[in-house]
């Protein structure tokens, strides 16, 4: 079993900078793919970043690319995610989330086993 919990999410206004932090739970952290998604009111959750055990593979999705940037540090089991230049569609809770059987489907939610409780980002304009 693996306990999630993010922090670091705030208000902060158009081009602003906010760091996501996830904290994981359990002795196998370090082999698990990470990943966080995030949803808005009203739509799906969606898609974010993911980073693959070795922190050599990392993912984004388009709309974030440049601007996002997902580390850990399995040393102490956390996951990051630096969020800079933040527009006001960026405002969503983020989730992070553990993938703990492999798949190649990164930016499939439903392949992911475990989730935090999520944390808000709001961005103002």
């Known amino acids: 079993q693996v306990q999630l919990v993010e922090s670091g999410g705030g208000l902060v206004g158009a081009g602003g900078s906010l760091k996501l932090s996830c904290a994981a739970s359990?002795?196998?952290?370090?082999?698990?793919?990470m990943g966080w998604f995030r949803q808005a009111p009203g739509k799906e959750r969606e898609f974010v970043a993911a980073?693959?055990?070795?922190?050599?593979?990392?993912y984004y999705a388009e709309f974030v690319k440049g601007r996002f940037t997902i580390s850990r540090d399995n040393a102490k089991n956390t996951v990051y995610l630096q969020m800079n230049s933040l527009k006001p569609e960026d405002t969503a809770a983020y989730y992070c989330?553990?993938?703990?059987?492999?798949?190649?489907?990164?930016?499939?939610?439903?392949?992911?086993?475990?989730w935090g409780q999520g944390t808000q980002v709001t961005v103002s304009s």
């Open positions: 989330a553990a993938m703990e059987r492999y798949s190649r489907s990164y930016y499939r939610s439903a392949d992911y086993e475990y």
């Open positions: 359990g002795r196998t952290f370090s082999s698990y793919t």
């Open positions: 980073i693959r055990w070795s922190s050599i593979s990392t």
